[in-house]
């Protein structure tokens, strides 16, 4: 470790590493266009990063990993430091509080996606090409420099990750659009759609899409639809407070190729899903629905025709949800990727003891992984 102009470094094998608060500048987020353009993304995904740098709470802290080869800059990570997450591992409130007293903070990686809620990131390098050797120098990093790291990847990249423990989780959720080419290709492997749009219709439902940013009656309703949302969900994610605020930070910005696709009835909100238009994707950002009401009237399943349609109507190829967290989502994708949990820590002894304690809580439960076991 060394100190260069107040900045701390830390070197590991070839590779410089700096963790800090501070999001990339505008010169060095062009450092990895090429990048950008190799996996199929644009330059929209650095507001949405940017907003989330503006949202840390208490507990929960948007940090980012610069990473340099012979003082150039050749790779980016967008990490979160959690420590108030027991809620997010127990139901019982005793043992919620319990956990947070000890507020033992770990590394958080979603690399799976780009800009599910708003901070999954496959971590970006200078040159495309060496991209698995920067991201195992980044997973090292983890490994060497923090009591516990947890990052969410495809299992299929499990080669990367020399002495992880592994722990199964939700799967990826993504619509691929690329061999449609209307909407009626899609909705022909949905029997019931039809009806549902009609009931949802005749009911007065419809759905409305709003550019950039949300106004403040807008942005009231979304706030009201999240606390639901956690209040009524199975998951409870342990940055849920950082979810929250950036999405209210994210929706009051007016962000370029940002859209919201927002549901009501008579007039009166009833859920939205926010989704960023960035290269061939549209990539879902955060949404919630009031859970308190009785029913919808299937708005949730009709989001998807919606988006969907959106995306085809502006040539993109695939639309992606995040992980599968629920029986709508799970019917309506047609594809699914296995994902696990990565588990890392310079303690081998801590790493398998936080990797035997995680199989008690909800997040390893039969609730949360029930769409693990259907996929």
Request: proline content about 2%.
């Amino acid at each position: 470790m060394f100190t260069h102009m107040g900045k701390r470094y830390i070197m590991v094998d070839n590779y410089t590493f700096q963790l800090t608060d501070k999001f990339l500048s505008e010169e060095e987020q062009l450092v990895f266009d090429d990048y950008l353009n190799f996996i199929g993304l644009d330059r929209g995904v650095w507001e949405v990063f940017d907003s989330l740098f503006r949202s840390g709470v208490r507990n929960t802290q948007p940090l980012m990993m610069r990473i340099f080869s012979d003082a150039e800059l050749c790779g980016a990570i967008v990490l979160t430091k959690c420590s108030g997450y027991g809620k997010a591992l127990f139901d019982n409130k005793l043992l919620a509080g319990f956990m947070n007293l000890f507020s033992i903070p770990y590394y958080q990686w979603i690399k799976f996606g780009c800009c599910m809620d708003m901070m999954s990131n496959p971590g970006f390098v200078r040159y495309p090409e060496q991209t698995d050797e920067v991201s195992r120098a980044a997973i090292r990093f983890l490994k060497k420099h923090s009591i516990l790291t947890i990052i969410t990847d495809y299992s299929e990249n499990s080669s990367l990750y020399d002495g992880a423990s592994i722990l199964p989780a939700l799967p990826h959720a993504l619509i691929d659009c690329s061999g449609m080419t209307s909407i009626q290709d899609y909705l022909q492997d949905f029997k019931n759609i039809k009806r549902k749009l009609k009931v949802f219709k005749n009911k007065g439902g419809e759905y409305i899409r709003v550019e950039q940013k949300l106004d403040n009656e807008q942005l009231d309703s979304l706030k009201k639809c999240f606390i639901s949302t956690s209040e009524n969900s199975v998951f409870y994610l342990p940055y849920q407070d950082l979810y929250l605020n950036a999405a209210l930070t994210t929706s009051s910005t007016s962000i370029d190729n940002v859209y919201y696709f927002i549901a009501m009835m008579d007039g009166e909100f009833l859920g939205y899903q926010a989704a960023l238009k960035t290269g061939k994707y549209l990539n879902a950002l955060h949404g919630a629905f009031d859970r308190d009401r009785k029913t919808t009237y299937h708005a949730y399943d009709i989001l998807y025709v919606k988006m969907t349609e959106f995306a085809l109507e502006n040539g993109l190829k695939i639309c992606d949800f995040g992980a599968v967290l629920n029986f709508t989502k799970q019917k309506m994708v047609n594809k699914t990727i296995d994902m696990s949990y990565f588990l890392l820590g310079k303690y081998a002894v801590g790493q398998k003891i936080f990797s035997w304690f995680l199989k008690l809580t909800k997040i390893q439960g039969d609730k949360q992984l029930k769409f693990k076991n259907e996929s």
